[in-house]
Nanobody
Framework: QVQLVESGGGLVQAGGSLRLSCAAS????????MGWYRQAPGKQRELVAT???????NYADSVKGRFTISRDNAKNTMYLQMDSLKPEDTAVYYC???????????????WGLGTQVTVSS
């Protein structure tokens, strides 16, 4: 059983910073790409940032220059450093990962339950 657990969300004033973590646990043979997504009330879930196993990153235009995605492969953990936060960054943030539970099983997409980030003006 594979689990992704996010942490680090909370309430912060505009201009502030938060650091999200996503820890993968359970039966894991390998982890491919990982990513952060967010969903604001009344809106569709959107991509925030992704990172490959080799460290290549991709960001949504709305967060470029403010957010930094990283991962620690030894700890099966991914991070999202969020600086210069804006009220429009308010959303539930979800982590996702493409994980191979064992050598004989194909990659599956796993999702965490999300962590709330609220940015006040």
């Amino acid at each position: 059983q594979v689990q992704l657990v996010e942490s680090g969300g909370g309430l912060v004033q505009a201009g502030g910073s938060l650091r999200l973590s996503c820890a993968a646990s359970g039966s894991i043979f390998s982890i491919n790409a990982m990513g952060w997504y967010r969903q604001a009330p009344g809106k569709q879930r959107e991509l925030v940032a992704t990172i490959t196993s080799g460290g290549n990153t991709n960001y949504a235009d709305s967060v470029k220059g403010r957010f930094t995605i990283s991962r620690d492969n030894a700890k099966n953990t991914m991070y999202l450093q969020m600086d210069s936060l804006k009220p429009e960054d308010t959303a539930v943030y979800y982590c996702s990962a493409k994980i191979r539970p064992s050598p004989s099983i194909v990659l599956y997409d796993y999702w965490g339950l999300g962590t709330q980030v609220t940015v006040s003006s």
